[in-house]
Each structure stands twice: as structure tokens, then as C-alpha cells.
């Protein structure tokens, strides 16, 4: 068996985090920065060499363009003679969303947290005209503390020249809009597609278009409708058939409208929806998202030890609101600190068209804003007497009696 490189670069490996068919990605630790990062190697000769090289070279570019933190960040790229091409990136210590939904230990309402902060990332991403391609759950981190990142922009299309040639198909079939199977040009609508699929499956466990083979997945995304679970409502199918239909005209027009559908049409409590609904206050600029994390355990004078179900009790802390995820058997969940001790506490909105209070002095006195007027005024006309007394002195004292 070979074994792993000490060195990538100037980076020092210290193990291997995973393995694939192409390649290694390799925890390291850039001795210069003193930081700990992941580093992606892909194991390709010849063409595919250079491939690789070219993609990994377009996913840095497109990570320094985008710099979001929804977004997973390139530190590097380089080749490396002996083993092949590499992408030096920041270290995400998690595990993808579709590990999460293999394992299915995520609750509704985490799940629907996941899904805003991946929509801010994809949003970032057309914005700054970049469609990524090859959106789903795989390409999707989780960290710890519950962080969303979007991953593997190697293949997004930009207005820079395509690696690819034309007609040549990138991506995964299950999660590609009908008009990419077809040869079409990659859109921001079939983005949108892909992360409606992606939501499909986090919500159900299943894709919207089953089938035991990529042919025939690719046959029934082409000809046949959605295959709607048992038991899903009304509502939330009608949302899933609009942001998945055939045509790219009929579907949602923007992530956020269809999202919002999403969380509308899915039942939740009360105090999740709000809680769910909290987390579109904070915009994707400047770092206003507040990740998810995990809550540690409250133990209450409710704890049952012979079910091990413990009754959480405020902690009356005046905080703003913060997404938690907090550990519920198996599954995880999204608690959000409230204002007040509360947990419905909501602050009343302000009218924008309210007028701002001024200070008002007491009736029939002299507000302290004009008395400090008057004493400046005072000292300056006092100080400008002087000196012209003081100037006229020596006239005065010569002039005859």
C-alpha cells in the first residue's frame, strides 16, 4: 500500500480525511499561517490531468470573487509532480447533507435552517453571475456549529470561456433540470431546479424522481411528473411541482420566493415556524448570517431519568436572536434565544414613518442647549471687550484732560 505524501506544497499532511476513485483529500496544516485546511488531490494523468488542473484553477478564482461565508474558501492551487493537481481549501470539520440524509437525524426545522443558509450562498453566487452547476446535498457541508457550505464550483459556468466543450454534459442527472438533459445551456433557473431537488430530498428522503439506473432517472425527468410521497399535503406538493416543473418559465422566479413557499406550505409549530422564519432577518452581506450550533444539554428540575426526556428551561438571558442546534435523541434541532424570557416574545414593529421623539424642555425654564448658546456668547463678546479696552489704553491715557 503507498503511503500518504508528508508534504503537498509547502503544506504539511497530517492524514487522510477521505478517498475516492479520483483522488484523496488530506488534512494538513500550512506551517507559515499556522492553520489547519483540507487539501484535495486528484490522481490523473494526461488530459485529465490537465483538466483537473484548469477546474481547480476556475474554483479558486470563482471562491476569491464570491468570498462569502456561506461558501467554502480556496486558499491555494497548485500540481504536485508525484501525485497530481491540488486545491489547498478551508477546513470544514463536518460532514456533507447528504451524509445527514442518508442517516436522517435531522428534524424539520433544522432542515429548513440548512436550506436558508445554502439558498444566501447560491444566491451570492448568481448574483456575481456564476452558476454553479452542479448543485446537491454531497456538494453541501454541515459543519459542527452548524454552518452551511457550498462546495465545488470547479465546474460552474461564467462568462470566462467554458472548459467544455459544447453540448458536453457536466453535473449529476438526478439533480439537472430537464432543459440541461436536452442540451440547453445552463441557467440560473436550472440552479434553482437543482436546489429544489435538493430540498425535495432533505425534506422527504427521496428524489422527485426516482429510478435504478442514471437512465432511467434521466427518462423519468424528461417524461414523467414528480413522484409525490404518501401523506405530503396539498399544499407543499403544489410548491414542489411549481419549483420543479418542465418549464423554466412556470417555476419560482427567484431561491427566496420558492423558499418562502416552502416554509409556508410545511407543517410546523407555531414557535419553530417563528423560530424558522428569524433566520431571513440577517441578510447574506457582510457576515450577518448567524450559523447554527449546537446547544448544550439543559438539565431541569423536569428531568425524567427513566425516559431521559428533560423539559428546558429559559435562561433569561437577554441576547439576540441566535439559531441553536441542539441534540433531541437522534435527531437535531433548531433553538433560537429569544429577547426575553418569553420564548413568544416578539418586539413590536417601528413604522418607518414614525417620527423620532426630540427632547423637550420644561415649560416656562430655558432648555440646557440655550443656556450653554448664551454662556459661549457671553465669553466671547466678554474676551473681545477686553482686548479692545486693552487696546485703546495707551490713547486713553495720552489724551488731555
Known amino acids: 500500500m503507498a503511503e500518504h505524501p508528508r508534504n ?47 477546474r481547480f484553477k476556475r474554483e479558486a478564482e470563482i471562491s476569491a470573487q464570491l468570498n462569502h ?32 440524509i442518508r442517516e436522517g437525524n435531522l428534524e424539520p426545522e433544522t432542515r429548513l435552517g440548512v436550506l436558508v443558509q445554502a439558498m444566501r450562498a447560491l444566491r451570492a453566487a448568481h448574483r456575481h453571475a456564476i452558476i454553479h452547476r452542479d448543485v446537491k446535498p454531497d456538494n453541501i457541508l454541515v459543519s459542527e456549529d452548524g454552518r452551511v457550505k457550498l ?64 437512465a432511467a432517472v434521466i427518462t423519468h425527468v424528461l417524461h414523467e411528473p414528480i413522484v409525490v410521497p404518501q401523506g405530503m399535503s396539498g399544499d407543499l406538493a403544489n410548491v414542489f411541482r411549481k419549483a420543479l416543473t418542465f418549464d423554466p418559465e412556470e417555476r419560482f ?81 433548531i433553538e433560537l434565544e429569544s429577547e426575553q424570557t418569553n420564548p413568544g416574545f416578539r418586539p413590536p414593529p417601528v413604522p418607518r414613518s414614525a417620527p423620532v421623539p426630540q427632547p423637550r424642555s420644561d415649560e416656562g425654564g430655558v432648555s440646557p442647549k440655550t443656556l450653554l448658546k448664551w454662556i459661549l456668547i457671553v465669553l466671547v463678546f466678554g474676551q473681545l471687550a477686553w482686548w479692545v479696552y486693552g487696546y485703546l489704553q495707551p490713547y486713553m491715557a495720552g489724551a488731555p484732560q
Open 151 to 214: 462546495m465545488d464550483f470547479g465546474i460552474a459556468k461564467t462568462m470566462a470561456p467554458r472548459l467544455t466543450t459544447q453540448g458536453e454534459f457536466l453535473g449529476s442527472p438526478a439533480y439537472s433540470a430537464p432543459e440541461l438533459l436536452k442540451g440547453s445551456d445552463p441557467t440560473p433557473s436550472s440552479d434553482r431546479y437543482a436546489f429544489a431537488v435538493t430540498a425535495f430530498e432533505l425534506m422527504t428522503g427521496q428524489l422527485p424522481h426516482p429510478g435504478p439506473n442514471v
Open 253 to 333: 422566479e427567484t431561491l427566496m420566493e420558492f423558499l418562502v413557499a416552502l416554509i409556508d406550505a410545511y407543517p410546523l409549530e407555531n414557535s419553530a415556524r417563528s423560530r424558522v422564519e428569524e433566520l431571513f432577518r440577517h441578510d447574506d452581506h457582510a457576515g450577518d448570517i448567524v450559523p447554527l450550533r449546537r446547544a448544550r444539554p439543559r438539565v431541569s428540575a423536569g428531568m425524567d431519568s427513566g425516559s431521559g426526556v428533560a423539559v428546558s428551561r429559559s435562561t433569561g438571558r437577554s441576547n439576540s436572536a441566535r439559531p441553536t442546534m441542539s441534540p433531541t435523541g437522534s435527531a437535531m434541532r
Open 69 to 100: 461565508p456561506n461558501i467554502v474558501t480556496i486558499y491555494d492551487v497548485g500540481e504536485e509532480p508525484n501525485l497530481g493537481p491540488f486545491l489547498a481549501m478551508e477546513l470544514v470539520e463536518g460532514q456533507s447533507l447528504g451524509k445527514f
Open 8 to 54: 503537498i506544497g509547502r503544506y504539511q499532511v497530517l492524514r487522510p480525511l477521505g478517498q475516492g476513485a479520483m483522488g484523496t483529500v488530506y488534512l494538513a496544516e500550512d506551517p507559515m499561517l499556522k492553520r489547519r485546511l483540507a487539501i484535495k488531490v486528484v490522481r490523473a494523468v494526461g488530459e485529465e490531468r490537465d483538466i483537473a488542473l484548469e
